[in-house]
């Protein structure tokens, strides 16, 4: 059995919230295993006292980084030298920048330069400049919100407009996604399609449309059917 891909995550505390940091980490199981966990920020500020008790609890690996100018961001510097001499040592499989700023833009791009996979997570108010240049970005508004129930789950009373409309927001990228594969059949492998919708869109996630998978997402549009094809694997077809 194949390892899990090494992961070096590395964490702007200058710049995310510790309260989602438990639920990054549980997100980040999936694609690996944080072989490397660092953290950065000026400790001796109080602004990072909540960062100081999430670090020790979860075994992060603090690093100072003393601004020895004001409105110099040191901590964006440092990680990115010790981004480089990680990838440098050649002992990782990818990269996961836990940041919001678009400073690292250029980092997660030299990082693919090099073969490897770059996850990024942060608000969605990151810039696209950061979202685009990763394999993946992840926000953290679907982490710690409560995705809706599955498609077959009774719906909840009186839900709101942005709650109906939602789901019809990501039929364009869904459609785009399917000309991409190019496939002249009527139907398509759900997971190629997921898989397409990531490479095109990095930033894309059923979550950020109120559900918790992709198949939900498909039947909750109203656009899309989604059945079982040979070997019990799900596939989609476009109902226009």
């Given at each position: 059995m194949p390892a899990d891909p090494r992961l070096a995550v590395l964490i702007d505390a200058d710049n995310i919230p510790a309260r989602h940091i438990e639920a990054v980490l549980d997100e980040l199981a999936a694609y690996g295993e944080p072989s490397v966990r660092r953290v950065y920020g000026d400790w001796s500020s109080s602004a990072l006292a909540q960062w100081?008790?999430?670090?020790?609890?979860?075994?992060?690996?603090m690093h100072q980084q003393s601004a020895n100018t004001r409105g110099k961001n040191a901590s964006d510097i440092g990680l990115v030298i010790d981004a480089m001499d990680i990838l440098h040592a050649g002992k990782v499989d990818g990269f996961v920048l836990v940041s919001s700023d678009s400073d690292f833009t250029r980092l997660a791009s030299r990082i693919r330069e090099d073969g490897l996979q770059v996850i990024g997570v942060g608000e969605k108010k990151t810039p696209e400049s950061l979202r685009n240049v990763c394999n993946r970005f992840i926000f953290l508004e679907n982490l710690s919100a409560s995705p809706e129930p599955a498609a077959d789950a009774p719906a909840p009373a009186r839900p709101s407009r942005a709650e109906k409309d939602a789901p019809s927001k990501a039929i364009p990228l869904?459609?785009?996604?399917?000309?991409?594969?190019?496939?002249?059949?009527?139907?398509?492998?759900?997971?190629?399609l997921g898989n397409v919708l990531?490479?095109?869109y990095p930033d894309f996630d059923p979550r950020s449309y109120g559900s918790?998978?992709?198949s939900d997402l498909l039947k909750r549009t109203g656009r899309f059917d989604v059945t079982k094809g040979e070997g019990n694997h799900l596939m989609v077809r476009d109902k226009a």
């Open positions: 100081k008790e999430k670090a020790r609890s979860l075994g992060l690996v869904i459609l785009a996604a399917m000309k991409k594969i190019g496939v002249e059949e009527d139907s398509y492998s759900l997971g190629q990531v490479q095109l918790a998978k992709l």
